[in-house]
């Protein structure tokens, strides 16, 4: 595919792009959430009950994050990004930071990151080294990132949507892209008249209304061949 005769990329990222550099996805077989007990320290109102808890899985979190390495995937995608001379925007859910390790620039980070920590007594934000989890202010800090039942930064949905607004081609890529905010961003492609592109190792029914074109296959595979 050439990708020459567009002008405004808007690329959404999910948990698949990271799964071959060893990380777990939320969803699906073997994700996260499909254990009950982490799902529950997922959710915001756990830190007032089992902060002890919740920081201490965020940290373990973050401690598969250091480890990793960005895959092929993303490394195609700062390649692109360094070649482009139109908008070129990723949104990533994800929040292990990859996407800048490989060497993008242009990257909304939806749902926060696990790289930095923040004290909700006197907003320090920090990126803390390593040892036990942070603590600040008589409290432990919680990570950056936006967990169950919290709002997205407004600063990333602003950018988001004003990216959405403009775009000629919209690509999803390692996310089922049938569930929020997914679903939200392919209806606001489509609104502007982008192309709209699924690339994701499995293709739910949902997704081929949503979505011009859907390709299954592995994200290493695939985005080098799309981003080339």
């Known amino acids: 595919m050439t990708l020459a005769g567009y002008r405004n990329i808007v690329v959404l990222t999910g948990a698949g ?6 990380l777990a996805t939320y969803r699906g077989p073997g994700g996260l959430w ?12 756990a830190l007032a009950a089992q902060r002890t808890e919740v920081t201490d899985m965020f940290w373990s979190f973050r401690a598969a994050i250091q480890t990793a390495e960005p895959t092929a995937a993303h490394r195609a995608l700062a390649a692109f990004e360094a070649r482009c001379t139109g908008n070129f925007l990723i949104v990533t ?16 980070e939806y749902h926060g990151t696990l790289a930095r920590w923040r004290c909700e007594r006197c907003a320090l934000e920090l990126d803390p080294p390593s040892g036990p989890p942070p603590a600040h202010c008589g409290a432990r800090m919680r990570p950056s990132v936006v967990m169950f039942d919290e709002m997205i930064p407004a600063a990333a949905e602003h950018a ?14 390692g996310t089922s892209g049938t569930v929020w905010p997914a ?3 392919v209806k606001s492609a489509e609104y502007a008249g982008a192309r709209r592109v699924l690339l994701n190792f499995e293709i739910f029914d949902d997704a081929r209304v949503l979505f011009s074109e859907c390709i299954a296959g592995l994200s290493d595979e695939l985005v080098p061949k799309w981003f080339q």
């Open 93 to 108: 859910q994800n929040v292990d930071g990859l996407h800048q390790r490989a060497g993008s620039t242009n990257v909304v």
């Open 17 to 22: 792009i990271s799964r071959s550099a060893g």
């Open 183 to 185: 679903s939200s961003f």
């Open 34 to 45: 499909n254990d009950p007990k982490l799902a529950a320290l997922s959710h915001a109102s």
């Open 160 to 173: 988001a949507k004003r990216a959405l607004r403009d775009c000629d081609l919209f690509v999803a890529i």
